[in-house]
């Protein structure tokens, strides 16, 4: 079973799922004020190579993943451009999923909205406060934090050090706490805000309060992980425990952070104005490019965007891409099973994607070297291991027989082929120039001319 880096436990812990076999994941989805940026990229991708590859490595998953469809950005967004919040919700909902579509990010099992957990909100936060573990003020209801045992799991941190470090980030109504870590579990609605009826005023739930109801509802009990970007661990995931825990509930088994995308050494996301979308990214380059890049980072290090690592990540794919045509060709085969257990290896060892593409791309010259060499037969195993392994990422080759050349255009490049076996340099030129004034793209492959269109 996977090995992954337990940001509670601090230590790479074996899965260990609570029904063998069946793997449950909670990952913390967008709040839909705007489109997406980089970072969200990231994440989607990452749990997406997760779930696959726990699927491939024969296990049953069931992923979740949220929509905040009521928060105050959202509300603010709406206000500052005189439209309806639910218009705002709408729009950038699409966008987040055009962006996934794109990506080839599988859709969640299950993608709850927020909005429609409300009451079940509402019936968690009576608990609490029934419980003395939360309480009301004047602008919302509170969670307690000395009331919860553990407090400061995630963040690795006590109640005390908190308050001395001023940790605490979110100061929200901070001089009506008991305790400055104390965080809104209901928020009361001004005149004109959305809101929904709760016992003490009408409002609307606190972020941490939607994905604890969300997960547990969908995947009760102790299910077995829960992710989302670094940044989430502490406030977000410390404070959905909390709740789980000050009602005696049993939360994640296992959290798995994945780390910041950088550009110039800084962490990309909004409030830093370095603010490239994902959208627009996808807009101008290869989609499977990023999914490529954020492979080849391990998913807690820092990932580094510019236009260098895309461009470097694009010219892989070309590679990866001929490798695909070269090989479109040969039998079925039975996947080398010493290049899959090379890579399960990798794999298991807390998602090791770039020891596990460095090993591939070693199997992929091995490939060409045979081919090159006339040994189709034992090129043939390799190939489809390549093929297998990949697709346990997500990364799709493009697929040759789904581009039809015409056989015009086919004739063209058997004629190059000749004309470089006799060395015919002049006459290859020309076979060129007149294939790529058709449209198509020439590669120079050790197997001969290949083309497909620009
Ligand atoms: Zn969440």
Redesign the pocket.
Known sequence: MIRLYDTAARQVLPLEPRTPGEVSMYV?GPTVYGPPHLGHGRFSLVFDVLRRYLEWSGNRVRYVS?ITDIDDKIIDRAEAEGRSWTEVVTEFETVWWDAMDAMGVRRPDDDPHATAYVERMVDLISDLVGRGAAYPTDDGVYLSVEQVDGYGLLAHQSLDEMVAGGGEREVHGAGRKRHPADFALWKFAKPGEPSWPSPWGDGRPG?HT??VVMSLDLLGDGFDLHG?GLD?AFP?HEN?RAQAVAVGRDFARRWVHNGFVEVGGEKMSKSLGNFTTLTELLAEHDARAYRLLVLRAHYRRPLEVTADTIAQAEATLERLDAFARRTAELDEAEPDAAVLDAFRTRMDDDLDTPGALAGLFDVVSEVNRLLDAGAAPAATPLAAAVRSALDAMGLDLRDPSAELVPDDVLALAAARDRARAEKDWGMADQLRDELVSKGYVVEDTPGGTVVRRA
């Open positions: 913390c949220n972020w939607e994905c989302g989430l977000h959905e």
